[in-house]
Each structure stands twice: as C-alpha cells, then as structure tokens.
C-alpha cells in the first residue's frame, strides 16, 4: 500500500515532559487518518513534528515519501498546515493573507490574486475578501485559515483540531468541506478531541494517550470496544438515584456510574432504552433527563485505559507543557 | 471545487535558491507594510508621535534651555531623531513577537520559503517605516525652521548613519520580541529602557547643565555619540569622531545581540 505519512518511533520531549512516546503511524494515500485524545495527549507534538515545524528527539517520518528532517524543503511543498498554532495574519484583510502565500509559493501577483479570489468564493469568504480577518467570526476564521492552507493545492493536509470551538453548523460545513478534498485525492491527518468527528471524517483513527497510540482501528471497531452508546437517566428527585442506577444496572448489565445527580451506563442492546423506560414508569420514579448518546472521547479513553480523559486548563501552551 | 483540483504532482524542488529566498523576504516586508494601512495605531507612532515630540519640545522647552525656540530645535533635532529611531526599532520585536504568539511565524514556516525570509522581511519592512519617520523629521524641522549646515550630503550621511545604527540596534529589539511571552511586554521593555536612556544623553539638554554624576554617564551614552555625530552631520560641530564612534557601537550592538537574537529564535520555534 502506498502511504502519504509514515512514522516510526517518534520521541519528542519538553524538559521533563514527554510529548511523545515513541508513536508510529501509517496513512495511506487518499485517506483521512484521525489522531484522537485529550488535550496535551501529544497530537499537536505530532503534527508539528510531520509539517517540519519540529524535531523529534528519536525517531522518523516520511510525509509523501520525504524525511520530515532531511528533504523539509521537499516535504514544506506538499503539505497545508491548519491549526490554532498557524494561524493566518489577522490584521491583512482574508484576500490579501491568500495573496501573501500565494505569493510565497511562487505565483505570479495575477496568478496568486485569482486563486485568491477562486478560494474566497469556494469557502464563502467573497463578501468578507476585503475585511481585515480579526473581524471574522469564528467559523469565517477556520474557513480562511483551511483555504491558507490550501493556496499551494497540497497533496497532504493537516488539520489540527479543525473544529474546536466551532457551532455545530459551521462545524458541519467545515466537515462538507473535508470531504470534497478528500473526494479530490487528498490525504488528510485530523488531530481531534471529538470521537463524533473522528468517526464522521476517518476511515481510520488512532487514540493517543500521554505520548502513546493506545489503541487504532476504524471508528465502528473502536466503538465496539467502547459499548457504543451511554444512557443518561437524571432522576427528578436525588433519592431516587439508587433505584435508578440499579435499573439501569439490571437492564444493560453494566456497572453503572452516578455522578453528579445522574445516572450514566453503558448500553450496546437497542432495546436498553425502552426496557428502562418502562421499568422506571413501574417504579413511579420521576425522571429530568434521559438520554442516549454516542460514546464520548470520555468513554473510549474510560474502556480503553482505565482513567478519564484529563482536561488540561483552558488556554495551556499543547505543545509545550504537554498535560 | 476548483479549491481541491489537484494539478499534476510534480516532483519537488530540492533546495531554494538565494533569489527565491529574497523574493521571499520582499513578499514578506509588503506583507508588514500593508498591516499599516489596517492599522491605525501604527500610523500614530510612525508619524503623528515623531512631530507631537517635535513641536512640544521646541516650543514649551526651548526657550527655558536654549534662549530662544529656533536655536533649540537645532540642538533638539538631531537628537529626537535618535530617540524616534530607537523606540521605532521595538516595531520588530514587537511585530515578531506578534507573530509568534499568534501563530503566523508557523503558518510562515511550514511554507517552502527560505528560513530566514520571515524575519528579514520584517526587519527591510521596519527600516522603510524607519526612514519615512526621519525624513518626516526632517521636513516637520524644516518648516519649522531647522537650517542644515552641510547640505545634502549631510543630510544624505545623517540617514545613512542613523538607518545603520538603528538596524544594529533592532537585534536587541528582535531578542527581546523572541523572549517575552506577549507583545505588550516588547512595549513595556521599550519603554523601561529607551526612555531612560535617550533622557540621559545630551539630546535634550546639553551636557554641562546636568548634576556632575550624571555628566559621566552622558557623556558615554552611546545615544549621546549617535546625537553629536548627526548634529555634526546636519548642523557643524566634529564629526569623523563622532561617527566612527557610532558605528563601533552599531558593530558591537550587532556582533553581540545578532546571534543571541538569531540563536534566540531557533530555540523558540
């Protein structure tokens, strides 16, 4: 199989921090790869390792057959970089940051202003082309920054946490958008802290953990491994929670977890939901919330290592004070 | 969608050559240029600050210091330029530090331009800024009656000296932009020690009305060398001294703080 980035044994610390751990990563050609963790898991350090932004300690990569270290020059002309680390110039207008790299890159000024142009309409930009990018809402932003990185039409794309803080519409739309390029024979490698899009986006995805692939595979066999779905039961009276949880414990046959007024159980049957239903009518027991949902990043990294996925402080430096 | 239409995969350039890196830089000094036109603040210091500090302080201190305001603003002149030059030269770190907190420096490295194409770029950006402050002195000077003593030579040697110096000395500007975590701090280290120490030299008021401790210092201030060397340059008084004297402090400037600043930098990217 022909592979647009491999890595074998990647080592990078930060003083006493070890961002990563020896990862190894295969993507091949025309696919979209998901790195998925919590904050400070090293996906970052990983990213800036590949886009040449960074050396690893130990190890090596290849990214279109090219030493991330030795051919950084050949690996810089394949690749588009998004990420809230690279970052588009927000005092230059979203018209004149794409002439900027186009520029860059080697086009002409007349060659450079119509791919500008071409990628402002492509990404719904054209009315805000001539608007200094630090006016640009959050989704405009995320769109600019991703049509930067596409100025130079680059084989690889990074995305590092494309969506992160985004509204589930400009979310959706940046997801449309992932898709085309990948339709078009991109090869795409997401960092993300949301299993819900690592499963919409990629065919496979790898978990991080402290610098480590815990554990890989396609979004159905990870999901597989982590119970699919969680049943939320919010009892309207706090006593009732122990009624609850044993219901709850009966039905699914999984441990369930009370926390924070809230009942939570791992459910993989369909029929979970209505048996629980009628079980708690029964009972006469009021409920406030009841809900099922995907496994959460929480749960894969709950099934997957034991321990909940750490939430480092808003605003921490990733990639230099790895949690 | 045009925006993903793969063009035929070339195979990649192996190096860059020293012409693409220059073209590089020039790209990249438009880009720090342009941000003025969306950036008001920047026009201020570039141009209304220079002439605010002119006019105040040829008017409220020249007749206390120098008997009369036309006389003062001979003194005064050469010297604010200096001054002017100096807190201009924190733009760099400023704008470098901007750029690294933001993000844009990786945007900019994960390109395939030359590596030091970011940082040069800004530095040719800063020193045209740099030069439309001077000449802008200069006019504001002249209208208010400011005579050079040496013609256009001098005039012409005066901003040579004075863009060489402050290129020197913008690599303290650049080390400092490389080591404080935000841009604010760029302003605030600018303000803590070029206020201080253009104060100290003999640009505003001569030497010899200062406490005699003081006279010490002034007198070794490379600020006060610069001054004397474009006083002798525009108006009269020495000058081969003067201005030998400013580019062994512009060479050291930059022997040390160039590769504190480049090694700086490499450290934090």
Redesign the interface.
């Known amino acids: 199989m022909d592979y647009a980035i491999r890595a074998e044994g990647l080592v990078r610390r930060f003083g006493a921090t070890t961002a990563l751990d020896g990862v190894d990563l295969a993507v091949p050609t025309g696919t979209v790869f998901g790195l998925l963790g919590p904050n400070g898991a090293g996906k970052t350090t990983a990213v ?1 390792v590949l ?3 960074l050396r690893a300690d130990e190890g090596h990569a290849t990214v ?1 057959g ?1 030493d991330v270290v030795r ?1 950084a ?2 690996v ?4 588009g ?1 998004t ?11 979203g018209a ?1 940051n794409l002439l ?2 186009g ?4 086009l002409s000024r007349a060659d450079a202003k119509r791919r500008a142009r ?2 402002l309409a ?2 719904q930009l054209s009315d805000a082309g001539d608007r ?1 990018a630090k006016t640009y809402s959050g989704g405009m932003r995320r769109r600019l920054d991703l ?2 990185s ?1 100025v ?2 680059p ?1 690889v794309l990074f995305l590092d946490e494309p969506t992160t803080g985004l509204d589930p519409r400009s979310r959706n739309e940046l997801w449309d ?1 992932v898709r ?2 990948v ?4 090869t795409v490698l997401l960092t993300t802290q949301y299993l819900e899009e690592a499963d919409q986006l990629a065919g496979e995805i790898a978990v991080v953990d402290h610098g480590r692939v815990i554990a890989q595979g396609t979004p159905e066999e990870l999901k597989a491994k982590t119970g699919g779905q969680t049943l939320t039961v919010r009892p309207a009276d706090a006593s009732d929670l122990a009624t609850v949880a044993s219901i709850a414990g009966e039905v699914s046959g999984a441990t369930p977890e009370v926390a924070q007024s809230a009942v939570t159980v791992a459910v993989n049957d369909p029929g979970v939901l209505p048996a629980v239903v009628r079980r708690l009518e029964a009972a006469e027991i009021t409920v406030a919330e009841l809900a099922l949902r995907g496994a959460s990043l929480d749960e894969v990294f709950l099934s997957l290592t034991g321990h909940r996925a750490e939430d480092a402080p808003a605003g921490n430096d990733l990639e230099r004070t790895p949690a | ?7 035929a ?1 070339l195979a ?5 050559g020293v012409a ?1 890196g220059l ?2 830089t020039f ?2 000094a ?2 720090s240029l ?2 003025i036109k ?2 008001p603040m920047e026009l201020l210091d570039l141009s209304i600050q220079p002439v605010m500090f002119v006019l105040l302080f040829t008017y409220v201190f020249g007749t206390a210091i120098a008997g009369s305001s036309g006389e003062y603003l001979t003194f005064m002149l050469p010297g604010i330029m200096v001054q002017n030059a100096l807190f201009a030269t924190m733009t760099t770190g400023f704008g470098l530090n901007n750029d690294l907190t ?3 420096f ?8 030359a590596r030091w194409a970011p940082l040069a770029g800004r530095i040719i950006a800063d020193t045209v800024k740099q030069a439309w402050s001077i000449a802008l002195l200069l006019g504001v000077g002249a209208i208010l009656g400011f005579r050079v003593g040496n013609g256009l030579l001098g005039v012409v040697a005066a901003f040579a000296l004075l863009l060489a110096f402050t290129l020197a000395a913008s690599w303290i500007s650049v080390l400092v932009g490389v080591l404080v975590s935000e841009p604010e701090k760029v302003q605030i280290f600018g303000f803590m020690v070029i206020f201080p120490l253009t104060f100290t030299s003999n640009i505003f008021v001569p030497t010899d009305r200062m406490p005699g401790w003081l006279q010490n210092w002034v007198e070794v201030n490379p600020v006060t060398v610069v001054a004397d060397a474009l006083r002798g340059l525009l108006v009269s008084g020495p000058v081969a001294g003067p201005v030998l004297q400013t580019l062994l402090w512009g060479a050291g400037i930059a022997v040390i703080f160039a590769p504190l600043a480049v090694r700086g930098l490499k450290r934090r ?1």
């Not at chain 1, 810089?76 to 690749?79: G, K, P, S, W």
């Not at chain 1, 990420?83 to 207008?93: F, R, W």
């Not at chain 2, 990649?12 to 860059?16: G, Q, T, V």
């Not at chain 2, 990786?106 to 390109?111: F, G, P, Q």
Request: hydrophobic share 45%; charged share 20%; aromatic share 4%.
């Open positions: 800036r886009a040449t932004l279109g090219y051919d020059h050949q810089r002309q394949l690749i970089l990420g809230q680390y690279a970052s588009v110039d927000e005092t230059l207008t004149e900027l790299i520029r860059l890159l080697g071409e990628l492509d990404f200094a049509a930067a596409l130079g039409r084989q958008i085309t390029l339709a078009d024979g991109v | 969608m045009t925006a993903a239409t793969l063009t995969p990649p350039a192996r190096r860059l693409a073209r590089h790209t990249l438009w880009r342009v941000q969306h950036n933001k993000g844009v990786d945007r900019l490295r994960a390109l395939p331009i990217v």
